[in-house]
């Protein structure tokens, strides 16, 4: 998905989706849900030995 062709390893901790903190699941999918396909947002997220990296992402749409 959009997260892997961005280089965004799976298991890791998104920590903010354009700027809005995203501390659980829940609301790291209320912040994805205003959000448009197409759309351009810096994904925040803690590596899995810690440090913090921010990348570019392009919102896909969900399939179905």
Request: no cysteine; aromatic share 2%; glycine share 14%.
């Amino acid at each position: 998905g959009p997260a892997a062709k961005a280089g965004i390893p799976e298991d890791v901790l998104i920590v903010s989706i354009g700027g809005k903190p995203t501390p659980d699941s829940a609301t790291l999918a209320g912040v994805l849900a205003e959000l448009q396909p197409g759309q351009t947002v810096d994904v925040e997220y803690l590596s899995r030995d810690g440090t913090k990296k921010t990348v570019t992402v392009t919102l896909g749409e969900l399939p179905g």
